[in-house]
Protein backbone atom coordinates (compact mmCIF):
# COMPACT_ATOMS: atom_id res chain seq x y z
CA UNK A 1 0.00 0.00 0.00
CA UNK A 2 1.31 4.06 -0.89
CA UNK A 3 1.69 6.48 1.40
CA UNK A 4 -2.30 7.91 -0.54
CA UNK A 5 -3.93 4.62 0.05
CA UNK A 6 -2.79 4.74 3.49
CA UNK A 7 -4.03 7.73 4.22
CA UNK A 8 -7.39 8.02 2.33
CA UNK A 9 -7.61 4.75 4.36
CA UNK A 10 -7.01 6.25 7.75
CA UNK A 11 -8.17 10.22 7.58
CA UNK A 12 -11.99 10.09 8.53
CA UNK A 13 -11.75 13.98 9.81
CA UNK A 14 -14.00 16.76 7.89
CA UNK A 15 -13.66 16.72 3.92
CA UNK A 16 -12.03 13.91 3.78
CA UNK A 17 -13.67 10.77 1.40
CA UNK A 18 -13.42 7.97 4.13
CA UNK A 19 -14.97 10.57 7.11
CA UNK A 20 -18.15 10.65 4.16
CA UNK A 21 -18.06 7.43 4.11
CA UNK A 22 -18.35 6.26 7.74
CA UNK A 23 -20.20 8.77 8.84
CA UNK A 24 -23.32 7.88 6.91
CA UNK A 25 -23.85 4.55 9.55
CA UNK A 26 -25.16 4.79 12.84
CA UNK A 27 -22.35 4.45 14.85
CA UNK A 28 -22.03 3.92 18.78
CA UNK A 29 -21.47 7.60 20.35
CA UNK A 30 -21.02 6.42 24.53
CA UNK A 31 -22.04 4.31 26.69
CA UNK A 32 -25.73 5.20 28.40
CA UNK A 33 -23.63 5.04 31.68
CA UNK A 34 -22.43 8.24 31.27
CA UNK A 35 -25.33 9.41 30.74
CA UNK A 36 -27.61 8.68 34.12
CA UNK A 37 -31.40 9.28 34.05
CA UNK A 38 -31.11 11.45 36.69
CA UNK A 39 -28.73 13.98 38.01
CA UNK A 40 -26.63 14.14 34.99
CA UNK A 41 -24.58 16.45 33.63
CA UNK A 42 -23.66 17.35 29.85
CA UNK A 43 -20.28 15.44 28.38
CA UNK A 44 -18.67 16.24 25.82
CA UNK A 45 -18.20 13.31 22.88
CA UNK A 46 -15.46 13.61 20.10
CA UNK A 47 -15.76 11.50 16.79
CA UNK A 48 -13.91 11.82 13.44
CA UNK A 49 -11.95 14.59 15.50
CA UNK A 50 -15.13 17.17 15.93
CA UNK A 51 -16.75 17.40 19.39
CA UNK A 52 -20.17 17.36 19.98
CA UNK A 53 -22.34 18.13 23.31
CA UNK A 54 -24.86 15.48 25.01
CA UNK A 55 -27.51 15.90 27.60
CA UNK A 56 -30.16 14.41 28.93
CA UNK A 57 -33.47 15.60 29.27
CA UNK A 58 -35.75 15.45 32.11
CA UNK A 59 -37.96 13.21 30.02
CA UNK A 60 -34.85 10.86 29.20
CA UNK A 61 -34.67 12.27 25.78
CA UNK A 62 -30.69 12.50 24.72
CA UNK A 63 -29.85 15.56 22.71
CA UNK A 64 -26.77 15.11 20.31
CA UNK A 65 -25.90 18.87 19.63
CA UNK A 66 -22.90 20.62 17.61
CA UNK A 67 -20.74 21.77 21.13
CA UNK A 68 -20.47 25.45 20.43
CA UNK A 69 -23.40 27.11 20.30
CA UNK A 70 -24.77 28.58 16.96
CA UNK A 71 -24.29 32.29 18.80
CA UNK A 72 -20.92 33.02 19.56
CA UNK A 73 -19.28 29.71 19.26
CA UNK A 74 -18.72 28.87 23.45
CA UNK A 75 -18.60 25.62 24.26
CA UNK A 76 -22.40 24.15 25.23
CA UNK A 77 -20.61 21.58 27.48
CA UNK A 78 -19.73 23.85 30.20
CA UNK A 79 -23.40 25.01 30.13
CA UNK A 80 -26.62 23.75 32.21
CA UNK A 81 -28.91 21.49 31.49
CA UNK A 82 -32.47 22.99 32.24
CA UNK A 83 -35.81 20.55 31.50
CA UNK A 84 -35.30 19.30 28.17
CA UNK A 85 -32.79 21.55 26.74
CA UNK A 86 -29.39 23.00 27.73
CA UNK A 87 -28.23 26.68 28.55
CA UNK A 88 -25.33 28.35 27.50
CA UNK A 89 -23.31 29.98 29.89
CA UNK A 90 -22.15 33.15 27.77
CA UNK A 91 -25.21 34.57 26.85
CA UNK A 92 -28.13 32.51 28.08
CA UNK A 93 -29.10 30.81 24.74
CA UNK A 94 -31.16 27.70 25.15
CA UNK A 95 -31.75 25.22 22.87
CA UNK A 96 -33.81 21.81 23.25
CA UNK A 97 -33.09 18.45 22.43
CA UNK A 98 -34.23 18.74 18.76
CA UNK A 99 -31.68 22.21 18.52
CA UNK A 100 -34.40 24.09 18.69
CA UNK A 101 -33.38 27.66 19.85
CA UNK A 102 -35.83 28.28 23.08
CA UNK A 103 -34.93 31.51 24.58
CA UNK A 104 -32.17 34.19 23.56
CA UNK A 105 -32.01 36.51 26.94
CA UNK A 106 -29.88 38.94 24.89
CA UNK A 107 -31.84 39.27 21.43
CA UNK A 108 -35.70 40.31 21.58
CA UNK A 109 -36.91 39.17 18.38
CA UNK A 110 -38.44 35.88 17.52
CA UNK A 111 -37.12 35.98 13.83
CA UNK A 112 -33.92 34.91 15.24
CA UNK A 113 -35.32 32.11 17.07
CA UNK A 114 -37.76 31.07 14.31
CA UNK A 115 -35.09 31.32 11.80
CA UNK A 116 -31.84 29.61 13.54
CA UNK A 117 -31.41 26.11 14.78
CA UNK A 118 -28.16 24.46 16.10
CA UNK A 119 -27.06 21.28 14.50
CA UNK A 120 -29.04 18.44 16.09
CA UNK A 121 -28.63 14.64 15.19
CA UNK A 122 -30.89 11.58 16.01
CA UNK A 123 -30.05 9.36 18.23
CA UNK A 124 -30.95 6.17 19.75
CA UNK A 125 -30.03 4.42 22.94
CA UNK A 126 -30.13 0.51 23.49
CA UNK A 127 -28.87 -2.13 25.28
CA UNK A 128 -26.22 -0.20 26.98
CA UNK A 129 -25.10 1.79 24.20
CA UNK A 130 -25.99 5.43 23.11
CA UNK A 131 -25.97 5.32 19.30
CA UNK A 132 -25.90 8.82 16.47
CA UNK A 133 -26.39 9.36 12.91
CA UNK A 134 -24.21 12.47 11.90
CA UNK A 135 -24.53 11.55 7.98
CA UNK A 136 -26.66 13.00 5.14
CA UNK A 137 -28.82 10.95 3.81
CA UNK A 138 -32.79 12.25 3.44
CA UNK A 139 -34.57 10.47 5.05
CA UNK A 140 -32.29 9.22 8.07
CA UNK A 141 -32.04 5.73 7.34
CA UNK A 142 -33.07 3.26 10.19
CA UNK A 143 -30.46 2.18 12.58
CA UNK A 144 -29.73 -1.87 12.44
CA UNK A 145 -30.12 -4.15 15.06
CA UNK A 146 -28.14 -6.35 16.24
CA UNK A 147 -27.93 -9.72 17.81
CA UNK A 148 -27.09 -8.96 21.16
CA UNK A 149 -30.48 -6.47 20.75
CA UNK A 150 -32.44 -9.28 20.80
CA UNK A 151 -31.71 -10.58 24.31
CA UNK A 152 -32.47 -8.83 27.95
CA UNK A 153 -30.92 -6.02 28.49
CA UNK A 154 -29.30 -7.52 32.10
CA UNK A 155 -27.86 -10.52 29.57
CA UNK A 156 -25.82 -8.00 27.83
CA UNK A 157 -22.75 -6.46 28.54
CA UNK A 158 -20.60 -3.15 27.01
CA UNK A 159 -17.17 -2.31 27.98
CA UNK A 160 -15.63 0.70 26.12
CA UNK A 161 -11.68 1.51 25.95
CA UNK A 162 -9.59 4.07 24.85
CA UNK A 163 -6.73 3.61 22.19
CA UNK A 164 -3.95 5.79 21.24
CA UNK A 165 -4.03 4.19 17.89
CA UNK A 166 -5.92 5.15 14.31
CA UNK A 167 -8.89 2.90 14.38
CA UNK A 168 -8.37 0.76 11.16
CA UNK A 169 -5.23 -0.72 13.00
CA UNK A 170 -7.98 -1.53 15.92
CA UNK A 171 -10.43 -3.28 13.21
CA UNK A 172 -7.50 -5.21 11.29
CA UNK A 173 -6.45 -6.81 14.63
CA UNK A 174 -10.06 -7.76 14.72
CA UNK A 175 -10.22 -9.38 11.29
CA UNK A 176 -7.20 -11.31 11.60
CA UNK A 177 -7.44 -14.75 12.48
CA UNK A 178 -4.20 -15.81 12.37
CA UNK A 179 -2.55 -14.59 15.69
CA UNK A 180 -5.03 -15.71 18.11
CA UNK A 181 -3.26 -18.82 18.45
CA UNK A 182 -0.11 -16.87 19.16
CA UNK A 183 -0.52 -13.68 20.53
CA UNK A 184 -3.40 -15.17 22.84
CA UNK A 185 -1.64 -17.81 23.85
CA UNK A 186 -1.93 -16.86 27.43
CA UNK A 187 -5.73 -16.63 27.51
CA UNK A 188 -6.80 -20.06 25.36
CA UNK A 189 -5.69 -21.13 29.12
CA UNK A 190 -9.05 -19.55 30.53
CA UNK A 191 -10.94 -20.30 27.70
CA UNK A 192 -14.42 -21.56 29.36
CA UNK A 193 -15.41 -25.46 28.59
CA UNK A 194 -17.42 -24.89 25.89
CA UNK A 195 -15.20 -22.94 24.33
CA UNK A 196 -12.36 -26.05 24.82
CA UNK A 197 -12.06 -27.25 21.03
CA UNK A 198 -12.18 -23.93 19.71
CA UNK A 199 -8.62 -23.26 21.59
CA UNK A 200 -6.97 -26.27 21.17
CA UNK A 201 -7.62 -25.73 17.34
CA UNK A 202 -6.15 -22.14 17.51
CA UNK A 203 -2.97 -23.86 18.92
CA UNK A 204 -2.83 -26.66 16.66
CA UNK A 205 -3.75 -24.73 13.76
CA UNK A 206 -1.23 -21.57 13.91
CA UNK A 207 -1.71 -21.15 9.43
CA UNK A 208 -5.54 -21.65 9.31
CA UNK A 209 -7.00 -22.17 5.49
CA UNK A 210 -9.26 -18.64 4.95
CA UNK A 211 -12.23 -18.55 2.92
CA UNK A 212 -14.04 -15.11 1.92
CA UNK A 213 -16.89 -14.19 0.44
CA UNK A 214 -18.51 -10.98 -0.04
CA UNK A 215 -22.01 -9.93 1.72
CA UNK A 216 -24.29 -7.06 1.25
CA UNK A 217 -23.84 -6.03 5.07
CA UNK A 218 -19.96 -6.45 4.17
CA UNK A 219 -17.86 -9.36 4.49
CA UNK A 220 -17.37 -12.85 6.48
CA UNK A 221 -14.68 -15.56 6.40
CA UNK A 222 -13.91 -18.71 7.62
CA UNK A 223 -10.93 -19.38 9.18
CA UNK A 224 -10.42 -23.49 8.51
CA UNK A 225 -7.92 -25.52 10.49
CA UNK A 226 -7.71 -29.43 10.06
CA UNK A 227 -9.53 -31.48 12.85
CA UNK A 228 -7.51 -33.30 15.74
CA UNK A 229 -5.45 -36.46 13.83
CA UNK A 230 -3.90 -36.89 10.71
CA UNK A 231 -6.60 -38.91 8.81
CA UNK A 232 -8.91 -36.68 10.31
CA UNK A 233 -12.25 -35.99 7.71
CA UNK A 234 -13.67 -33.32 9.99
CA UNK A 235 -12.19 -29.38 10.00
CA UNK A 236 -12.09 -27.16 12.67
CA UNK A 237 -14.23 -23.85 11.33
CA UNK A 238 -14.15 -20.23 12.67
CA UNK A 239 -16.39 -17.94 10.93
CA UNK A 240 -16.07 -13.94 11.48
CA UNK A 241 -18.36 -11.55 10.12
CA UNK A 242 -17.64 -8.13 9.13
CA UNK A 243 -20.71 -5.34 9.62
CA UNK A 244 -19.08 -2.36 7.84
CA UNK A 245 -17.94 -0.51 8.26
CA UNK A 246 -17.68 -0.73 12.21
CA UNK A 247 -18.93 -4.18 13.86
CA UNK A 248 -16.86 -7.69 14.12
CA UNK A 249 -18.68 -10.28 15.09
CA UNK A 250 -16.13 -12.94 16.33
CA UNK A 251 -16.07 -16.73 17.32
CA UNK A 252 -17.46 -18.49 19.21
CA UNK A 253 -20.42 -16.43 19.46
CA UNK A 254 -21.64 -13.88 21.68
CA UNK A 255 -19.27 -11.63 21.10
CA UNK A 256 -18.87 -8.39 18.73
CA UNK A 257 -16.07 -5.40 19.10
CA UNK A 258 -16.57 -1.62 17.59
CA UNK A 259 -13.95 0.41 16.77
CA UNK A 260 -14.82 4.14 16.45
CA UNK A 261 -12.41 6.76 15.20
CA UNK A 262 -12.34 9.44 18.07
CA UNK A 263 -10.10 11.20 15.83
CA UNK A 264 -7.14 10.08 13.02
CA UNK A 265 -4.83 8.44 16.24
CA UNK A 266 -7.62 7.88 18.71
CA UNK A 267 -9.87 4.83 18.86
CA UNK A 268 -12.86 4.04 21.04
CA UNK A 269 -12.95 0.52 21.35
CA UNK A 270 -16.21 -1.22 21.73
CA UNK A 271 -16.41 -4.89 24.03
CA UNK A 272 -19.96 -6.06 23.86
CA UNK A 273 -21.08 -9.45 24.70
CA UNK A 274 -24.33 -11.16 25.50
CA UNK A 275 -25.63 -14.38 26.46
CA UNK A 276 -29.29 -15.76 26.24
CA UNK A 277 -28.74 -18.14 29.81
CA UNK A 278 -26.65 -15.67 31.66
CA UNK A 279 -26.82 -12.57 33.14
CA UNK A 280 -23.92 -10.20 32.18
CA UNK A 281 -24.81 -7.15 34.20
CA UNK A 282 -23.30 -8.66 37.67
CA UNK A 283 -22.25 -12.48 38.80
CA UNK A 284 -19.86 -15.50 37.32
CA UNK A 285 -20.63 -14.19 34.22
CA UNK A 286 -20.31 -10.31 34.20
CA UNK A 287 -16.73 -11.28 36.44
CA UNK A 288 -15.70 -13.52 33.97
CA UNK A 289 -15.53 -11.32 31.01
CA UNK A 290 -13.69 -8.68 32.61
CA UNK A 291 -10.92 -11.32 33.84
CA UNK A 292 -10.28 -12.86 30.84
CA UNK A 293 -10.86 -9.98 28.28
CA UNK A 294 -8.45 -7.85 31.05
CA UNK A 295 -11.02 -5.16 31.29
CA UNK A 296 -11.26 -4.59 35.16
CA UNK A 297 -11.15 -1.04 36.39
CA UNK A 298 -7.42 -1.72 37.82
CA UNK A 299 -6.30 -2.54 34.45
CA UNK A 300 -8.06 0.44 32.55
CA UNK A 301 -6.33 2.60 34.87
CA UNK A 302 -2.87 0.76 35.02
CA UNK A 303 -2.18 0.64 30.81
CA UNK A 304 -4.44 4.23 30.38
CA UNK A 305 -7.18 2.81 28.76
CA UNK A 306 -9.53 4.05 30.85
CA UNK A 307 -12.47 6.37 29.44
CA UNK A 308 -11.76 9.73 29.60
CA UNK A 309 -13.94 12.88 28.89
CA UNK A 310 -12.34 14.40 25.96
CA UNK A 311 -10.85 17.76 26.60
CA UNK A 312 -11.21 21.30 24.69
CA UNK A 313 -7.66 20.83 23.34
CA UNK A 314 -5.92 17.63 21.71
CA UNK A 315 -6.30 14.23 23.43
CA UNK A 316 -2.92 13.13 25.12
CA UNK A 317 -1.43 9.98 24.28
CA UNK A 318 -2.37 7.75 27.83
CA UNK A 319 -1.54 4.12 27.04
CA UNK A 320 1.21 2.33 28.70
CA UNK A 321 1.69 -1.26 28.55
CA UNK A 322 3.07 -2.32 31.79
CA UNK A 323 4.51 -6.07 31.20
CA UNK A 324 5.82 -8.43 33.69
CA UNK A 325 8.88 -9.90 32.54
CA UNK A 326 9.84 -11.94 35.18
CA UNK A 327 6.28 -14.40 34.20
CA UNK A 328 7.92 -14.14 30.54
CA UNK A 329 11.33 -15.66 31.83
CA UNK A 330 9.73 -18.21 33.92
CA UNK A 331 7.49 -19.65 31.14
CA UNK A 332 4.01 -18.13 33.04
CA UNK A 333 3.41 -16.09 30.55
CA UNK A 334 3.83 -15.67 26.62
CA UNK A 335 2.79 -11.78 26.85
CA UNK A 336 3.41 -10.46 30.36
CA UNK A 337 0.87 -8.17 29.16
CA UNK A 338 -2.94 -8.31 31.62
CA UNK A 339 -5.36 -9.86 29.20
CA UNK A 340 -7.18 -10.28 25.64
CA UNK A 341 -7.48 -6.35 25.50
CA UNK A 342 -4.44 -5.24 26.54
CA UNK A 343 -2.49 -7.86 24.05
CA UNK A 344 -4.49 -6.46 21.30
CA UNK A 345 -4.11 -2.93 21.85
CA UNK A 346 -0.58 -2.76 22.93
CA UNK A 347 0.50 -4.13 19.62
CA UNK A 348 -2.08 -1.63 17.35
CA UNK A 349 -0.55 1.38 19.63
CA UNK A 350 2.53 -0.17 19.21
CA UNK A 351 2.36 0.06 15.99
CA UNK A 352 2.09 4.31 15.61
CA UNK A 353 -0.53 6.63 16.25
CA UNK A 354 -0.71 5.90 12.03
CA UNK A 355 0.61 3.19 10.82
CA UNK A 356 2.88 3.38 7.82
CA UNK A 357 1.43 0.12 5.59
CA UNK A 358 3.78 1.20 2.84
CA UNK A 359 6.79 -0.83 4.87
CA UNK A 360 4.13 -3.97 5.57
CA UNK A 361 5.18 -7.23 3.82
CA UNK A 362 2.12 -9.22 3.95
CA UNK A 363 1.72 -13.16 3.36
CA UNK A 364 -0.99 -15.19 2.61
CA UNK A 365 -2.60 -15.59 6.51
CA UNK A 366 -3.16 -11.69 5.99
CA UNK A 367 -5.80 -12.52 3.01
CA UNK A 368 -8.48 -10.91 4.95
CA UNK A 369 -6.90 -7.86 6.08
CA UNK A 370 -5.81 -7.26 2.14
CA UNK A 371 -9.69 -7.77 1.30
CA UNK A 372 -11.09 -5.26 3.72
CA UNK A 373 -8.85 -2.52 2.85
CA UNK A 374 -10.11 -3.09 -0.75
CA UNK A 375 -13.86 -2.96 0.39
CA UNK A 376 -12.98 0.26 2.70
CA UNK A 377 -10.77 1.84 0.14
CA UNK A 378 -13.06 1.29 -2.86
CA UNK A 379 -15.99 2.96 -1.23
CA UNK A 380 -13.63 6.43 -0.30
CA UNK A 381 -12.80 6.33 -3.53
CA UNK A 382 -16.27 6.35 -5.06
CA UNK A 383 -17.03 9.68 -2.38
CA UNK A 384 -13.80 11.16 -4.04
CA UNK A 385 -15.55 10.65 -7.47
CA UNK A 386 -18.28 12.82 -6.43
CA UNK A 387 -20.35 9.30 -5.64
CA UNK A 388 -23.01 8.30 -2.96
CA UNK A 389 -22.15 6.22 -0.38
CA UNK A 390 -22.74 2.44 -1.10
CA UNK A 391 -25.42 0.79 1.97
CA UNK A 392 -23.53 -2.60 2.71
CA UNK A 393 -26.27 -3.09 5.64
CA UNK A 394 -29.56 -3.93 3.04
CA UNK A 395 -32.45 -5.72 3.53
CA UNK A 396 -31.83 -8.75 2.27
CA UNK A 397 -29.88 -9.71 5.38
CA UNK A 398 -31.34 -9.41 8.93
CA UNK A 399 -28.85 -7.83 11.22
CA UNK A 400 -29.91 -8.67 13.71
CA UNK A 401 -29.05 -12.43 12.75
CA UNK A 402 -25.22 -11.22 11.63
CA UNK A 403 -23.34 -13.50 14.19
CA UNK A 404 -19.69 -15.21 14.27
CA UNK A 405 -19.65 -19.21 14.21
CA UNK A 406 -17.41 -21.98 15.31
CA UNK A 407 -17.51 -25.99 15.53
CA UNK A 408 -16.33 -29.42 13.82
CA UNK A 409 -17.81 -29.28 10.05
CA UNK A 410 -17.26 -32.36 7.69
CA UNK A 411 -14.50 -31.66 5.29
CA UNK A 412 -16.87 -31.53 2.14
CA UNK A 413 -19.58 -29.23 3.75
CA UNK A 414 -19.56 -25.85 2.75
CA UNK A 415 -19.00 -23.63 6.06
CA UNK A 416 -21.85 -21.02 4.69
CA UNK A 417 -24.05 -23.85 6.55
CA UNK A 418 -22.76 -22.83 9.63
CA UNK A 419 -24.14 -19.15 8.83
CA UNK A 420 -27.43 -19.27 7.09
CA UNK A 421 -28.83 -16.52 7.49
CA UNK A 422 -25.85 -14.52 5.32
CA UNK A 423 -26.35 -12.82 2.23
CA UNK A 424 -23.93 -13.08 -0.01
CA UNK A 425 -22.79 -10.90 -2.95
Same mark, same amino acid.
Given at each position: ????????????? $???????? #?????????????? $???????????????????? @????????????????????????? &????????????????????????????????????????????????? #??????? &???????????????? $?????? #?????????? &??????????????????????????? &?????????????????????????????????????????????????????????????????????????????????????????????????????????????????? $??????????????? @?????????????????????????????????????????????????????????????????????????????????????????????????????
Amino acid at each position: MNHEDNELLCRVG $PGTAMGAV #VRNYWLPAFPSSRL $PVTDSDPIRVRLFGENYVAF @RGEDGVIGFLDELCPHRGAPLVLGH &QEGCAIRCLYHGWKIGTDGTVLETPNADSSAIRNGLRANAYPVEESHGL #VWVYLGT &QDPVPPRPRYAWEMEK $PEHTLV #VDVDWDCNWV &QALEGLLDSSHAGILHADILKKFPPKM &QADGAAMKRGLLPRFEMERTDFGLHYAAIRAGAGSTSEVDQVRITAYAAPFVAFVPTGGMAFIPVPIDDTHTKFYNVWWDPDERLDSGPGYEHRLDMWGVTEEILQMTGMAPIE $PPVGELPSRNVWPQD @REAMRRGDSYTGLPGITAEDAALAVGMGPIMDRSKEHLVAADIIISKTRRLLLKEARHVAAGGDHSNWQTSKSATEKIRAASGDLPAETAWQEMVPDHVAT
